[in-house]
């Protein structure tokens, strides 16, 4: 049984950080692309970030510079650290793990973590 456990969200003031884990079982991580979502509110579920088998990121525009997604396949790990945060990154964090990019969102899900930044 696949599971992603996301790990490391919470409350914090505009221009500090924080680092999100997603702890992955059940699939032979280093063969999957991870992927890192968020979806505020009342708005559409986006991409944050991802993170290719062999190790390539993108990163949409809003979050380049500041957040980092990187991997650590001995331990089955996707992180994202998160510097400069703002309140519009205020969200639900979810991972994602996939064989491809292309169907990242018909792949496996975590259950979130809520990220919420104060002005």
């Known amino acids: 049984q696949v599971q992603l456990i996301e790990s490391g969200g919470g409350l914090v003031q505009a221009g500090g950080s924080l680092r999100l884990s997603c702890a992955t079982s059940?699939?032979?991580?280093?063969?999957?692309?991870m992927g890192w979502y968020r979806q505020a509110p009342g708005k559409e579920r986006e991409a944050v970030a991802h993170?290719?088998?062999?190790?390539?990121?993108y990163y949409q525009d809003s979050v380049k510079g500041r957040f980092t997604i990187s991997r650590d396949n001995a331990k089955n790990t996707v992180y994202l650290q998160m510097n400069s945060l703002k309140p519009e990154d205020t969200a639900v964090y979810y991972c994602?793990?996939?064989?491809?990019?292309?169907?990242?969102?018909?792949?496996?899900w975590g259950q979130g973590t809520q990220v919420t930044v104060s002005s």
């Open positions: 994602a793990a996939s064989r491809n990019i292309a169907s990242m969102t018909q792949g496996y």
């Open positions: 059940g699939l032979t991580f280093n063969s999957y692309a």
């Open positions: 993170i290719r088998a062999f190790g390539s990121t």
